[in-house]
């Protein structure tokens, strides 16, 4: 008999909680992230701000008006393994913050290199670190604008960009405008106002566009782009006033390589709250508003209506009048010559017709019976020629005829041959290719016959013809 073999097990402390084989100084999930946000309050109290400088990789701001964003260290890599801060700032600290960028004409976007107060919190649901926004270093930020502004204005006079669209003509009369802004406002209509109150026929293609926000820029190079490939004599680029941050499109890269690059002249009429921008820095004119703008442009047009058009006409309208007295003599003058001249030409010309008539009176019938003997000669000759081609070709029609009865299928079963064909209705000339019990059509003279091929002998015939 087989004795039972018995297993004694050491049981821990709590063993129903923890099950059979589980350590029990192992963590849960919760107690983990604990230990982990204990760690990081004892290194970085709630208490305690600090100061994070980084780039900001994206941007989003939710409904209830809390804005969050990533940061990178701004002289990384920035690929998928470089360290990402996740920044949230509420609402209540994040309002304030836009409203004092904004009076300073900062617009925060991706690549804006930023430095942040605030605080360090462990998030457990997601497992991740974030820094509590309280504050943006405004100061900081306007010296990176600054300093940027300046490296673009050295970079653009290195490269002869300032003066680029300085050098480019403009039109003693330049009627044809075309004209980049947004239409409604007021910038835009008072521009128009200025064309419209002028009297002249200005002929203005407008590019209607944004001026504001992060896709300004690009809209404004575009138009501006565009406009220089159409038949504009200038192109005007207007935008009423507005905050530092309103304008900030007009300080980009974009928008003064657009105007540096154009082959029209580019005027900007922008309302300024401090300095000029680049845009008007690089353009062939800057104009302090919109509506000072379209007044120098219609006093353009004015000055040269004065000068090259209103004194002339008074001074031609004067000589006309003694041009006219002068002309108006001198053709009275030429006037008696020419009706001498024209009788005496008259005259000179009816005897010569007189002449000319008696010679064609004299030599018509003459003519007319030389034309009528040389047709009947020509139709004497034609009729035989035609006859003799008519009795060529129906004796060459009665040739083919006889070559085509020769040839005739009935013809040749009168004389005794057959047309065997297949089933598809095609001649056989050969054995190959039937096989025993194909159906075969063979025609007669006086009928068809079908039959079913019941074997084949190829080349019997042959051999019987040699013996």
């Known amino acids: 008999m087989a004795r039972s073999a018995v297993r004694v097990c050491a049981v821990a402390p709590g063993i129903d909680e923890l099950g059979v084989g589980e350590r029990a100084d192992a963590l849960s999930i919760g107690e983990l992230y604990g230990e982990v946000g204990n760690a990081l309050t004892t290194v970085f109290p709630r208490q305690r701000e600090l100061w994070v400088r980084g780039e900001i990789q994206n941007l989003t701001e939710a409904r209830s008006g809390h804005g969050y964003f990533d940061l990178v260290d701004p002289e990384g890599n920035h690929d998928r393994n470089t360290p990402v801060l996740k920044v949230n700032c509420w609402n209540s600290k994040w309002g304030p913050i836009k409203r004092s960028l904004a009076e300073e004409g900062i617009i925060l976007e991706k690549g804006t290199v930023i430095t942040l107060r605030g605080r360090l919190e462990f998030y457990a ?79 203005v293609l407008g590019v209607p566009t944004v001026v504001q926000g992060p896709e300004a820029a690009r809209a404004l190079a575009s138009a501006i782009g565009a406009l220089g490939r159409r038949d504009r004599q200038v192109i005007v680029v207007v935008r009423g006033g507005g905050s530092k941050a309103d304008l900030g499109a007009f300080d980009t890269e974009l928008v003064a390589r657009a105007i540096a690059g154009s082959p029209v002249a580019v005027w900007t009429g922008i309302g300024h709250t401090g300095d000029e921008s680049v845009a008007d820095i690089v353009a062939n004119r800057s104009h302090i508003t919109p509506t000072e703008c379209g007044r120098e442009l ?170």
């Open 298 to 467: 219609a006093l353009r047009v004015g000055l040269f209506w004065e000068g090259s058009v209103v004194g002339p006409a008074a001074w031609i309208a004067r000589r006309a009048s003694e041009v006219l007295g002068s002309a108006e003599h001198r053709d009275q003058v030429a006037r008696g010559r020419l009706c001498a001249t024209a009788r005496h030409l008259l005259t000179l010309r009816a005897e010569r017709l007189g002449a000319q008539a008696d010679k064609v009176a004299h030599c018509a019938p003459r003519l007319v019976d030389d034309a009528g003997s040389a047709m009947a000669l020509r139709a004497g000759r034609l009729v035989p020629l035609a006859l003799g081609h008519v009795e060529q070709s129906a004796g060459r029609i009665g040739q083919w005829r006889r070559l085509l009865v020769a040839y005739d299928v009935d013809r040749q079963l009168e004389r005794g041959y057959t047309l065997t064909m297949d089933t598809d209705g095609r001649a056989l000339r050969s054995v190959a290719g039937i096989e025993p019990g194909t159906l075969l059509t063979t025609r007669f003279a006086d009928g068809v016959a079908r039959s079913v091929v019941d074997a084949i002998n190829a080349g019997v015939e042959r051999e019987e013809q040699e013996v």
């Open 125 to 203: 649901p997601r497992g991740q670190i974030n820094l509590i926004a309280e504050e943006v270093d405004v100061t900081a930020l306007l010296g990176r604008l600054a300093a940027r502004r300046a490296e673009l204005l050295r970079q653009l006079a290195a490269e002869g960009l300032l003066e680029a669209n300085k050098a480019v003509p403009v039109a003693a009369v330049p009627l044809r405008v075309g004209l980049v802004g947004s239409p409604g406002t007021e910038g835009w209509r008072d521009f128009l106002s200025q064309l419209l109150g002028s009297g002249f026929a200005f002929d």
